[in-house]
């Protein structure tokens, strides 16, 4: 079968108007012209579009994208069985959100109790949605997907205790924060004293600890405004001491 761009956009649920942007950027050609000047896409590119989408529904850029099946590497039958085991992991996340949001229903209906481990249960996957809503797709380019799983999983399984613990360490950090930013200086104690407070909320995430992924974060926090927001609300340019507080901490060279 052969498709024009109509078609193959009518088949695949997207526009035409997306057909003819991904052949603009070199990431879906067809496979010839024809004599009227239309595209004309065959069996070859209704596999290679299949892959590009399921990339993007797992939230890979379109450069990131272009980069894996446009590679001489490139197996599109590993990419499948990948794709299929990630979205088993998607399947699984959501069946226990709609089991918990039904479960609250049902108990504000009075119709069923929730103990308080269940509810912090739904609280985790809540949180864990709305993370990957927002940053999902930076730290999956970042740090890999095998990388963010395992950091999910260990969150999903954290107790209400250490998950208290987290909370107070995060609160200790920005207090401390606040003290050595006072000093103006990133290699003082207060400031190695912050650095090592992050350290110890990290791991309470993080599958294994490295220097160089905690310097990673920490550039991060600079890089990317929605972070760097969050840091620099109370008083700004606290980011970037605590991006160079961490570089101090874990022997990077300052920027």
């Not at 009227?36 to 990339?55: A, D, K």
């Not at 993080?206 to 310097?215: G, I, L, N, P, V």
């Not at 008083?235 to 160079?244: C, E, I, M, V, Y």
Request: aromatic letters at 10%; hydrophobic letters at 30%; proline letters at 2%.
């Amino acid at each position: 079968m052969e498709y024009t761009v109509q078609k193959l956009g009518r088949m695949a649920g997207i526009s035409p108007r997306t057909l003819r942007y991904y052949d603009q950027i070199g990431l879906l050609k067809p496979g010839r012209i024809n004599s009227s000047g239309y595209r004309i896409y065959g069996e070859s590119e209704v596999n290679q579009l299949q892959q590009i989408l399921f990339y993007r529904e797992l939230g890979v850029s379109l450069d990131n994208i272009k980069d894996i099946v446009t590679a001489p590497s490139f197996d599109g039958v590993k990419a499948l069985r990948d794709h299929h085991e990630k979205l088993l992991k998607k399947q699984e996340q959501l069946n226990q959100l709609i089991a918990n949001v039904e479960k609250t229903l049902a108990m504000t209906e009075g119709r069923t109790t929730m103990s308080d481990k269940e509810k912090f249960q739904g609280f985790k996957q809540n949180l864990l949605e709305e993370n990957e809503k927002k940053y999902g797709k930076e730290i999956r380019e970042k740090y890999g997907e095998s990388t963010v799983a395992k950091s999910n999983e260990k969150f999903m399984n954290m107790t209400e205790e250490q998950y208290k613990e987290t909370t107070r360490l995060s609160e200790a950090l920005m207090e401390k924060l606040s003290q050595a930013m006072k000093t103006n200086d990133p290699s003082g104690e207060l400031a190695q004293e912050a650095a090592d407070l992050h350290k110890k909320w990290l791991c309470h995430y993080w599958d294994s600890y490295s220097k160089e992924a905690h310097a990673g974060v920490a550039q991060m926090y600079v890089d990317d405004e929605r972070f760097t927001a969050y840091y620099d609300k109370d008083q700004p340019g606290t980011a970037k001491f605590l991006r160079d507080a961490i570089f101090i901490y874990t022997g990077q060279k300052l920027q």
